[in-house]
């Protein structure tokens, strides 16, 4: 089992829609991350957030660390949000180490 | 400014042979990482170097090499490609070092797609 789990895995939107892509974790952490991945492949920084709710844009991410989950929400989506959204977390017993969901695969068509 | 840049961005190498990827950023980072991607797995911590002269191993560490040549290169070294091997390789830095979240703050390279036939 991963210790983060991404849903929906692939997830397909009409332009204009509201959309929200979970991630779940099973570790204490210290703080997690939304990255976007584009169809070229580079990776982004989204939102680091370790309580609360952030926006930035059309673009909300809030995080539940009792609940060991955030949420990652886009309002009126648009084709060109389309790419591949990892959510990631920094374990609170692991200095170095970062665990990578798998990702979720977004396409908004026009 | 460009960030981080890598060398390649595509290679091909057949199994057995040597080759060295390279990652420099002009950012002024203290820590790098080096995480390959594969399909249907999170990216994963391959090295990671907390500061000039310093490496540590990540989570898979098997088959490669690093150096820190100076803050600003961190570099990625096959001594015998494996099919195993074929993936996508991220170099990322931080400004902070690693520990307590903050290296979250991670800017990241466009890749380097290896194959190894």
């Known amino acids: 089992k991963n210790e983060v789990e991404q849903s929906p895995q692939n997830l397909t939107a009409q332009e204009g829609e509201f959309i929200t892509i979970n991630c779940r974790y099973s570790?204490?952490?210290?703080?997690l991350h939304w990255l976007q991945q584009h169809p070229g492949g580079g990776i982004v920084s989204l939102f680091m957030l370790s309580s609360g709710k952030k926006k930035h844009g059309r673009l909300i991410a809030t995080i539940n660390i009792q609940e060991k989950h955030s949420s990652l929400h886009i309002t009126a989506s648009h084709p060109r949000d389309s790419a591949v959204y990892i959510c990631?977390?920094?374990?609170?017993?692991?200095?170095?180490?970062?665990?990578f969901g798998e990702g979720t695969q977004l396409t908004v068509n026009p | 400014n460009a960030g981080v840049t890598q060398t390649p961005k595509f290679q091909v190498l057949k199994t057995g042979q040597s080759m060295t990827l390279q990652c420099a950023q002009d950012m002024n980072h203290n820590s790098m990482y080096w995480y390959r991607q594969d399909p249907g797995m999170g990216l994963r911590l391959i090295y990671y170097s907390a500061s000039e002269g310093t490496t540590d191993k990540g989570e898979v560490p098997n088959g490669y090499n690093v150096s820190r040549l100076n803050k600003r290169e961190f570099s990625l070294r096959l001594e015998s490609a494996a099919p195993s091997q074929t993936s996508v390789y991220f170099c990322?830095?931080?400004?902070?070092?690693?520990?307590?979240?903050?290296?979250?703050?991670?800017?990241f390279g466009p890749g380097t797609r290896l194959t190894v036939t």
């Open positions: 570790v204490g952490i210290s703080a």
């Open positions: 990322a830095s931080s400004p902070h070092p690693p520990g307590q979240g903050a290296q979250l703050e991670q800017y």
């Open positions: 990631a977390v920094a374990e609170e017993t692991s200095g170095s180490r970062l665990t």
